[in-house]
Structures are given as C-alpha cells and as structure tokens.
Nanobody, 123 residues
Framework: QVQLVESGGGLVQAGGSLRLSCAASGRTVSTNAMGWFRQAPGKEREFVAAISWSGRSDSADSVKGRFTISRDNAKNTAYLQMNSLKPEDTAVYFC?????????????????WGRGTQVTVSS
C-alpha cells in the first residue's frame, strides 16, 4: 500500500506562487507515475499535471507555462510548483499515484490518493 500526504497549500494573492509537495510512504513510488488533480467548489475533480518515473510530464492547458510538476525519487516525493496563480486556480489539490510507470490524465487510472491540500488565490 502507498500513503500520500500533500502539503504546501495556503492563501496567496493573484500573481503569487506556491509549491505543493506530495510525500509517499508505505513503499517506494520511484517507478510509479504520479499526478496532481484539483477540485474547485461545485465542480468535478480535474487533471492538473502528471509525471512518469523517468520525468516525462504532461499538464492541462489551463496551467501550461505556469505550473511545473517534478519529482525526487530519492525522497519519494513529487512537487507541483505553481506560479502566476489566478483566482480560478482556487481548489483542493490532490496528489495521486498509479500502479504503473506511464503517465495518465485520467482520474480513474490512479490507484492511490492523498487527502488534498487547499489552495486559495485571492484577487
């Protein structure tokens, strides 16, 4: 089993930056694809970014050029660097891991989930 714990969320003004972390425990996730999703109030959870074990990544069009996903396999941790934040980025951000090494943008293909961290961007 894999446990994922997100941290780094908070309140920030528009244009600001935050760095989210996702620490995995239980077993190594160095060969697993990992992803970030978010859910805004009243909306469905949506894909944000994903990264393979080797560092290949993908991200949603809405965050391209502003958000960067990365990972440190030695620390069993994934990150989401969020720059130029907008009020519409306000959401609970969830970390997830797949049981395979290939990235996916589809929520249902992820096997393990964290509980989420709140990100609030004020205008």
């Amino acid at each position: 089993q894999v446990q994922l714990v997100e941290s780094g969320g908070g309140l920030v003004q528009a244009g600001g930056s935050l760095r989210l972390s996702c620490a995995a425990s239980g077993r190594t996730v160095s060969t697993n694809a990992m992803g970030w999703f978010r859910q805004a109030p009243g909306k469905e959870r949506e894909f944000v970014a994903a990264i393979s074990w080797s560092g290949r990544s993908d991200s949603a069009d809405s965050v391209k050029g502003r958000f960067t996903i990365s990972r440190d396999n030695a620390k069993n941790t994934a990150y989401l660097q969020m720059n130029s934040l907008k009020p519409e980025d306000t959401a609970v951000y969830f970390c997830a891991a797949r049981a395979t090494s290939m990235i996916s943008t589809t929520e249902r293909t992820y096997n393990y989930w964290g509980r989420g961290t709140q990100v609030t961007v004020s205008s």
